[in-house]
């Protein structure tokens, strides 16, 4: 039986092979064995078997990062796990699966600014939520964890998003990153 999944799981490993822009809804479905009009019930155009796989993407990135902001660590803990969670992943992904992490990028830009907007306020909202657990018990001093939360973020943007893709293999990132979180972790701390 032809799932949503196994479409996406092939689409992936479709994108190994020739990248996003050379990869058809056509190429999918002749490594499924189906015509591309089956591909097509199930997801309405490329650009919306694109997004799905996106989506899916992001929410492998996202998983890890729930994980940390539920642990019972003390937020201090959480906040800078989380960070350096998040640029490891990235890194991490950028290294191992340099194809897939550029086909990703290359989708990711002709998304919806919706979807990864959306994408963006989740993360930033677990860093919020790390940051109003740090105020409630005494370790954080922030008047608005929402703003300091985008701040945090943005400010990291370096260690995390594909643009700096470059960077990541300075040997000072892994220094450049401390000095800066320990500069976050000073303002913020009561």
């Known amino acids: 039986m032809l799932t949503k999944e196994k479409i996406l799981d092939t689409t992936e ?39 799905a796989l996106t989506k899916r993407w992001l929410e492998r990135v996202t998983e890890p990062l729930l994980a940390i902001r539920d642990a019972d660590d003390s937020p201090v ?3 800078r796990r989380w960070f350096e969670t998040l640029a490891k992943i990235k890194q991490q992904r950028a290294k191992d699966e340099p194809e897939m992490f550029d086909s990703y990028a290359i989708i990711a830009q002709g998304l919806p600014k919706e979807v990864l907007m959306s994408h963006l306020d ?69």
């Open 13 to 51: 490993q479709v994108l190994q092979r020739f990248g996003p822009r050379k990869t058809t809804v056509v190429d999918v479905a002749r490594e499924l064995n189906v015509s591309h009009g089956t591909v097509y019930r199930h997801y309405k155009s490329k650009a919306a078997l694109h997004e």
């Open 77 to 79: 803990v959480k906040l």
């Open 122 to 190: 989740l993360m930033i909202a677990q860093v919020a939520d790390i940051l109003s657990e740090g105020v409630d018990v005494g370790c954080f001093n922030i008047e608005d964890c929402n703003v300091t939360a985008r701040a945090m973020f943005f400010g990291t943007v370096r260690y995390h998003h594909p643009m700096h893709i470059h960077e990541w293999t300075d040997p000072n990132l892994d220094a450049d990153f401390d000095q800066l979180f320990s500069l976050f972790e000073a303002a913020i701390s009561a």
